[in-house]
């Protein structure tokens, strides 16, 4: 049976020049893994109903939950609860959903997080998953942008020795001043892993499809082998 729980819009965050963060108080919400996402259904006074998916930005905490929400021009549903939707209103989601695009605290193995644009939101879970569980587990972000101001999670990202988290961002179309690294695509030679992670990381990746199926081809590439790599894309 599906079920649909009553979520309370409690919070905007602003996180880069085009995507933000909603908080939600779910008092019936069951908890989930970092990696799973949700279904969100709005309901309009005629009986027309919009769903449209988005993924679960932090671990679970009570009974509150946090969704990435990046403002698609002309779109039906992401604009209006970007921007529009009031605080205090009520919306319904459903879930958790997913269970093969997860991180779970007692794994072991190395970890890889490959993300295009606002698919670092569900990578972001894990991170913070990782942090707050105090896993000694090694992690690394590799994170792909058109330019500095689509960073999401900016301040946060840059905090690596708090983080736990090895951050490597990869400006697509505009590198910011001084940058290592010239704009540009991200290549085979980014996703080189450092010696302790040999073959053996799991890898997920996350961001529009062409995006997805271009990292994870790189990654098959290197060695790692498909069941090592999960996807998850959008758009």
Known sequence: MTVW??????????????????????????GHLAGQHVDVRLSGDDGYQAVRSYS???????TGIELGVQAVPGGEVSPYLAHEL??????????????????????????????????????????RAHRLAGSAVPIRLIYSIRDPGEVWYRDELSENTGLGTAVQLVHTRVAPPGSSRPAGRIT???????????RTAVCFVCGPT??????????????YAPDRIRTERFG
């Open 5 to 30: 729980w009553r979520a309370r819009l409690v919070e905007r965050q602003k996180q880069s020049d085009t995507g933000l963060t909603l908080l939600f108080e779910v008092p019936q919400w069951p």
């Open 56 to 62: 679960l930005a932090a671990p679970a905490r009570g």
């Open 86 to 127: 009031p605080v205090g209103a009520e919306v319904e989601v459903r879930g958790p959903l997913g269970g093969w695009f997860v991180w779970k605290a007692e794994r072991t193995d190395p970890v890889i997080l490959v993300a295009g644009g606002c698919g670092i939101v569900p990578l972001m879970a894990i991170i």
């Open 188 to 198: 085979a030679e980014d996703l080189l892993p450092p010696e302790e992670y040999e």
């Open 210 to 223: 062409g995006f997805v199926e271009h990292a994870a081809n790189l990654l098959t590439s290197a060695g």
